[in-house]
């Protein structure tokens, strides 16, 4: 079974940073694309947003416009790992962190997306 286990979240303050971390097993996908997402409090499945993904093989990495500058996203293929790498947070990046994989070589929505982890929780105070 494909299984993705996000961790790293936690409580800091504005200005501060934070690295996720995402462990993904149980697939033999020739190449994939693993991405971050972000849900807000209160906001539905409908309400998340795709903030960085990044494919296997090339590298390929997205951004979403929210993030770039301040978010970091690597891989590790040999551990079948991905990181995102948070600097300078804000209070509106609090919410929970997924990540999940699709085996094409895609972008940040979530709809393109097959397999999705637990969650890990941000708060960003101000």
């Known amino acids: 079974d494909v299984q993705l286990q996000a961790s790293g979240g936690g409580l800091v303050q504005a200005g501060g940073s934070l690295r996720l971390s995402c462990a993904a097993s149980?697939?033999?996908?020739?190449?994939?694309?693993i991405g971050w997402f972000h849900q807000a409090p209160g906001k539905g499945r409908k309400g998340i947003e795709g903030?960085?993904?990044?494919?296997?093989?090339?590298?390929?990495?997205y951004y979403a416009d929210s993030v770039k500058g301040r978010f970091t996203i690597s891989k590790d293929n040999a551990n079948n790992a991905v990181y995102l790498q948070m600097n300078r947070l804000k209070p509106e990046d609090t919410g929970v962190y997924f990540c999940?994989?699709?085996?094409?070589?895609?972008?940040?929505?979530?709809?393109?997306?097959?397999?999705w982890g637990q969650g890990t929780l941000v708060t960003v105070s101000s």
């Open positions: 903030i960085s993904s990044i494919s296997r093989r090339d590298g390929l990495t």
């Open positions: 999940a994989v699709t085996e094409p070589v895609y972008g940040l929505a979530p709809g393109g997306y097959d397999y």
């Open positions: 149980g697939f033999s996908f020739d190449d994939y694309m």
